[in-house]
Structure formats: structure tokens, C-alpha cells
């Protein structure tokens, strides 16, 4: 296992195992963007669909998927270097007030309209600003 560095200056880091062709970043925006991966994983997680956000058309979440993954990423991508990385990760416990070394984090995009977005990126924080 080694870790790439995303943005560049050192701030996010993905794992990357080893065999593998991409890290673990670039390997779920792919299967965000991806229509059959897609289209088979919300087959087999229709049920929650239904239940957590009130949709039952396939096409209308892999259509919303594709367009939350795509804001995300160029959120996340599109900072400049003096961005600090904690302004889009928030602690994994919304409960938790304090600043915590190695804390569970999430991103996660806010919607204008409709339901909210179930894309979330998971890290750990190494340091303040810094993000694994």
C-alpha cells in the first residue's frame, strides 16, 4: 500500500493498494461517473433508495449521482493552496465540537434542490488541514 498525493501540495492523500490501477480517490469518482456501475449498484440498494431519500426511479439517482460527484470533485480539486481542507471536511460525529488529531471525517456536497446528496468522502485527519 502506498498513499498519492491528490491535490498536490500535501494536504489530501489517498491509498493506493498494491495491483492496483488507480487510488482509492480516483477509483470511486470513476464508478460515480460510471452509468452500469451505477445502474447495478442502485438495482441492489433500491430498497434503501426508497427509504432514505424517496426515489424509486433508477435513471433520476444515477442522473443525480453523476451530477453530485461532479460537484464534489471539482470542489475538492479546485482549491487553491491556501485552502484549508477542514472548511470541506467536517467531523464523521455531528456532534463533535473539538479538533481532534487522526478524527474521522466526511465531505459531503449540500444540495439546492430536491433530495440530499448521499456522496460522501471518508478521511482521516492527520494534522489541521491535512487529510488521509
Do not use: C
Not at 491535490?7 to 493498494?17: C, E, I, N, S
Not at 445502474?39 to 444515477?62: G, M, P, Q, S, V
Not at 443525480?64 to 464523521?92: A, G, N, Q, V
Amino acid at each position: 500500500m502506498t498513499f498519492d498525493d491528490i491535490t498536490g501540495d500535501r494536504k489530501l492523500w489517498a491509498v493506493h493498494f498494491e495491483g492496483e490501477d488507480d487510488n482509492e480517490f480516483y477509483k470511486v469518482f470513476n464508478n460515480w461517473a460510471d452509468v452500469v456501475w451505477l445502474r447495478t449498484f442502485f438495482k441492489e440498494n433500491i430498497d434503501d433508495l426508497n427509504a432514505y431519500f424517496k426515489i424509486t426511479d433508477i435513471k433520476e439517482a444515477i442522473s443525480d449521482t453523476i451530477e453530485d460527484s461532479e460537484r464534489l470533485r471539482y470542489i475538492i480539486m479546485d482549491i487553491s493552496p491556501e485552502t484549508d481542507l477542514s472548511k470541506i471536511f467536517r467531523p464523521l460525529d455531528n456532534n463533535q465540537a473539538s479538533d481532534v488529531m487522526l478524527q474521522k471525517e466526511k465531505a459531503r456536497l449540500k444540495r439546492k434542490y430536491g433530495h440530499s446528496s448521499w456522496l460522501r468522502l471518508y478521511a482521516i485527519k492527520l494534522i489541521q488541514g491535512n487529510y488521509i
